[in-house]
Nanobody, 124 residues
Framework: QVQLVESGGGSVQSGGSLRLSCVATRGTLDSYAIAWFREVPGKEREGLACISSVGIGYYADSVRDRFIIAADNSKIAMNLHMNTLKPEDTARYYC??????????????????WGQGTQVTVSA
């Protein structure tokens, strides 16, 4: 069983950058699909970026060309590099992992393991 812990959230001005990190404190992410989601109160959780269990990356249109998901070679960590941040990116961000997920991987229902979330606030 995998346990995930995020870090790296905070406050930044519009146009700035942040890097979120997610570490598996128990288990490894080998053969797992990994993903980042975000949630705003009153809205559905949004899939942002993921890497499937066969290494194919997917991005939501809202963050494509601004966010980059990367898996660490150690198989226990992943990062989300966020650039050109906008006020509408303000949300609580979650990392997630799912074993043996080979298809498009931006659906939150496919994920078994979740981090506790980290807040990102972008001011105008």
């Amino acid at each position: 069983q995998v346990q995930l812990v995020e870090s790296g959230g905070g406050s930044v001005q519009s146009g700035g950058s942040l890097r979120l990190s997610c570490v598996a404190t128990r288990g490894t992410l080998d053969s797992y699909a990994i993903a980042w989601f975000r949630e705003v109160p009153g809205k559905e959780r949004e899939g942002l970026a993921c890497i499937s269990s066969v290494g194919i990356g997917y991005y939501a249109d809202s963050v494509r060309d601004r966010f980059i998901i990367a898996a660490d070679n150690s198989k226990i960590a992943m990062n989300l590099h966020m650039n050109t941040l906008k006020p509408e990116d303000t949300a609580r961000y979650y990392c997630a992992a799912a074993p043996l997920l080979f298809k498009q991987c931006l659906n939150s229902r496919d994920y078994l393991y979740w981090g506790q979330g980290t807040q990102v606030t972008v001011s105008a």
